[in-house]
T-cell receptor
Framework: GAGVSQSPRYKVAKRGQDVALRCDPI?????LFWYQQALGQGPEFLTY????????KSGLPSDRFFAERPEGSVSTLKIQRTQQEDSAVYLC??????????????FGPGTRLTVT | GNSVTQMEGPVTLSEEAFLTINCTYT??????LFWYVQYPGEGLQLLLK?????DKGSNKGFEATYRKETTSFHLEKGSVQVSDSAVYFC????????????FGKGTHLIIQP
């Protein structure tokens, strides 16, 4: 079956622009995660959804970052008034299990955001 | 807070050499431990995992043992191939899934023929 897909794969934004990054998880997966990966670093957790509920957004770096998953499937990560420090690869992952269970996260290919 | 430390790269080895990539962690409770791999041009893939102390995860000839006493999860392979060239990430999950994975910075492995 299809894996996790993300679009666009590459995005160039001028400083101050708003961007929206899309994630299509594996069909039926309950959990969805967003991560930010700076160049040469490991991914860092941003936010977590279980179905449509955003259960943890403690990793979002500022109130310019907003994520939603209104119908419990596709998710969008929005960044308002982009800054150069937002340049990174944004990864989405999904999992078939909810909390309290050991599970495997399946990662998408990422969206590389460059803010100029 | 949680953290993962893994050896700096790049690590360059000849084909058929023995591989060790060190990983140590700091976490509350009893985390699950993972190794993810990212091949050139591809997304992150789970390589292996261990959920409790003394568990050994294994896959594709790679192994790692969950050592609680040394808070380590070192990745090993007896004989590497050129196709093993990739970036390897050690990660932990201490929240049962609710707070995502905590990753190390990654180790770039280069295998020369």
């Amino acid at each position: 079956g299809a894996g996790v897909s993300q679009s666009p794969r590459y995005k160039v934004a001028k400083r101050g622009q708003d961007v929206a990054l899309r994630c299509d998880p594996i069909s039926g997966h309950v959990s969805l995660f967003w991560y930010q990966q700076a160049l040469g670093q490991g991914p860092e957790f941003l936010t977590y959804f279980q179905n449509e509920a955003q259960l943890d957004k403690s990793g979002l770096p500022s109130d310019r970052f907003f994520a939603e998953r209104p119908e419990g499937s596709v998710s969008t990560l929005k960044i308002q008034r982009t800054q150069q420090e937002d340049s990174a690869v944004y990864l989405c992952a999904s999992s078939s299990e909810g909390t309290l269970l050991v599970y495997e996260q399946y990662f998408g290919p990422g969206t590389r955001l460059t803010v100029t | 807070g949680n953290s993962v430390t893994q050896m700096e790269g790049p690590v360059t080895l000849s084909e058929e050499a023995f591989l060790t990539i060190n990983c140590t962690y700091t976490a509350t409770g009893y985390p699950s431990l993972f190794w993810y791999v990212q091949y050139p041009g591809e997304g992150l893939q789970l390589l292996l995992k261990a959920t409790k102390a003394d568990d050994k995860g294994s896959n594709k000839g790679f192994e790692a043992t969950y050592r609680k006493e040394t808070t380590s999860f070192h990745l090993e392979k007896g004989s590497v191939q050129v196709s093993d060239s990739a970036v390897y990430f050690c990660a932990l999950d201490s929240g049962g899934g609710a707070d995502g994975l905590t990753f190390g910075k990654g180790t770039h492995l280069i295998i020369q023929p």
